[in-house]
C-alpha cells in the first residue's frame, strides 16, 4: 500500500476513514487537488496574506487527512510562513512540483483500485 510514497501514504489515509479502503478511494477520487492548489498559487501571486493562509490552511487539512504528507507539509509551510508576513513565492516551484507528482500517483492508485 505504500508504494506511492512520498506523494500517498495510503495506510494514513485509511485509517482515518476507519479503515474502509473503498470509502477512502472514493474520497480520493473527488479531491480536486488541482483546482485548491491553484486557488492557492492565485493567492501567493496576489499577495493577500489572509487568502494565502486560509488556501493553504485547507488544502493542508485535505492533504493530511487523506494521506498526502508531501502536499501537507508544503501547505503547513506556506501557511505557517504566511502567518509572519513571509512573501511566499518562493514556494511555488515547489508546490507545483508536488501537485504535479500527487496527480498521476492518485489517479494510478484509484485505477488499480488497492
Do not use: W
Not at 513565492?89 to 488497492?114: H, R
Amino acid at each position: 500500500m505504500s508504494d506511492y510514497l512520498p506523494h500517498i501514504n495510503v495506510d494514513e489515509g485509511v485509517k482515518r476513514v476507519a479503515n474502509n479502503k473503498k470509502l477512502y478511494l472514493t474520497l480520493l477520487g473527488r479531491f480536486n487537488a488541482r483546482q485548491m492548489t491553484d486557488d492557492l498559487l492565485k493567492a501567493i501571486n496576489s499577495k493577500d496574506s489572509t487568502s494565502i493562509i486560509q488556501a493553504a490552511h485547507a488544502l493542508q487539512g485535505a492533504a493530511g487527512n487523506l494521506g498526502l504528507p508531501a502536499l501537507r507539509d508544503i501547505t503547513s509551510t506556506i501557511e505557517l510562513e504566511a502567518k509572519k508576513g513571509t512573501d511566499c513565492d518562493s514556494f511555488i516551484d515547489s508546490l507545483v512540483v508536488t501537485i504535479d507528482g500527487l496527480e498521476p500517483a492518485i489517479k494510478e492508485l484509484i485505477e488499480k483500485g488497492n
